[in-house]
């Protein structure tokens, strides 16, 4: 592994829902935080496009720590199908981690969990995405 990573990416604009991105050799891992929802979906979605942008988050597969979230509603999950299909349009993945409780009763019923894979750690997530 190249001694260089991980990378703490700076963020000088960033939705309200994103904590922080870490840059790995073959992936992003973006910690997500607070209230995903309808509103902060919408008010985050022009700069969320920005910050993909900016770090060529499309160049890696990406793994998202939930663990941070606070809150989220169906909205956060059509969000993530739209996240996701542009990853996939990629050729990478997305991975889900450390899903709090709330949020795994949303994928649960809105069947999300059927198009992610979701892992109890960033650690196993990552090894999902290198093999």
Do not use: W
């Amino acid at each position: 592994m190249n001694a260089s990573f991980p990378k703490q990416l700076s963020l000088t604009e960033a939705p309200s829902y994103l904590s922080s991105i870490e840059e790995h050799e073959d992936y992003f891992l973006l910690k997500l935080q607070g209230a995903i929802d309808m509103s902060a979906i919408a008010a985050g979605r022009p700069i969320m496009d920005k910050v993909i942008k900016q770090h060529r988050l499309l160049s890696k597969h990406v793994i998202c720590d939930l663990s941070g979230v606070e809150h989220g509603d169906t909205a956060s999950i059509a969000a993530v199908i739209m996240r996701l299909s542009e990853v996939k349009k990629a050729g990478k993945k997305l991975v889900f981690c450390k899903v709090p409780e709330l949020l795994r009763n949303i994928i649960d019923i809105s069947k999300v969990d059927q198009l992610i894979e979701i892992h109890d750690s960033a650690e196993s997530a990552a090894r999902t995405i290198q093999s």
